[in-house]
Each structure stands twice: as structure tokens, then as C-alpha cells.
């Protein structure tokens, strides 16, 4: 699917951004950058055919965001960090995925849990302010699949409980996912 296409499908290409929301902007920015590179990361454990394909069907729709928020956010509004948040999303793929399956799963579900209460966050502002219907759309859509992604992992992991240095892990990643949108809000 080309640029055009993307844009057409997710009802995006007619989207303009008010100055007083591109903060949030930059921030998806950064963190779909984020997460088109977590999937190549999880990509490069070449020996496990099932974390390959999960960073194949999710780095696709990924691709998809970023192709989105890029299209957005002019260039000089972006994130002055970009290479920071790819090295830290193929770190957050690649590292998880080394430990196996699981803790790739793991790493899916505690970040997309946190991307989904950062876009719900938006379209709570979105909707009470009635400020801009296009973009609510949009922002609807990535967080329905950002939430897909979620249940997704979070089956494949097949764990309702979780020990001590899971639950560690997930605090670990949702700090960490904070302070990057804090900081993108910012820089």
C-alpha cells in the first residue's frame, strides 16, 4: 500500500493540525517512529519464526501509523530526538525478543497498553472540545489497532498471572514510555 492509499484508508489526507495540539502530534510521531523500529528489532531474532511474523502483521499496520503522523507533522515540528526513539525501539525489540517469545509478547502488551491510555488521552480532549472531527477519526483508528496489537500479545502470551519480574518489566516499559512522550511533547 502506497503513501496515497494509506492516507485515503485511514481518512487522514484532509486532516489539519491546530498549533495548540501539536505536541501531542510530535509525540505519536516519535512513538510510531518507536514502534516501526520495536518490530524491526524483534525481526533481527532470526530463530524464532514466531516472533518474526508478529513483528511481520504488526510492523505492517506500525508502518502504516507512521506513514500517517509523518504526512501530520512537518518535518520542523518533529521530535528533534528521532534517532534516539528508533535506537530505543529496536532496543525494546530486539532485547525482549533474545529472551524469547513471551517476553516479546510481554514487551507488546506493556507498551501497547500504554499507547492505548496516550491516544484515549486525545480523543477524550478531541471529544470534549469537539475541536476536530477528522483527526479524532484518525486517532480513533491507530488506537483500535494499537489495542488489537495489545489483545493480540497478551493472548499469544497465554498468561493470566504474572510473576514478579513480568509485572517489573511492564512498570519498567510504561515509565519508560512515559518519559519519551513527555520528552517528544517537549523536543
Known sequence: M?????LKKYQADNVKIAPEFMSWMRSNHAGETGAVWIYKGASYVFWS?????MAEEHGQTEQHHLTIMEYLVPYNKRSIFIPLWRLMGFALGFVPAIFGYKGFCLTIYAVETFVEAHYNEQIDYLIKTGSNP??????????????????????????????????????????????????????
Request: proline letters at 0%; aromatic letters at 4%; hydrophobic letters at 40%.
Open 2 to 6: 502506497n503513501k496515497t492509499e494509506i
Open 134 to 187: 477528522k483527526l479524532l477519526n484518525v486517532i480513533k483508528r491507530c488506537c483500535d489497532e494499537e489495542i488489537e496489537h495489545q489483545q493480540d500479545a497478551h493472548q499469544r502470551r497465554n498468561q493470566n498471572k504474572t510473576g514478579i519480574i513480568a509485572r517489573t518489566w511492564f512498570k519498567i516499559v510504561a515509565l519508560g514510555s512515559m518519559a519519551a512522550v513527555s520528552i517528544a511533547k517537549k523536543l
Open 49 to 53: 519464526k514466531k516472533i518474526r511474523l
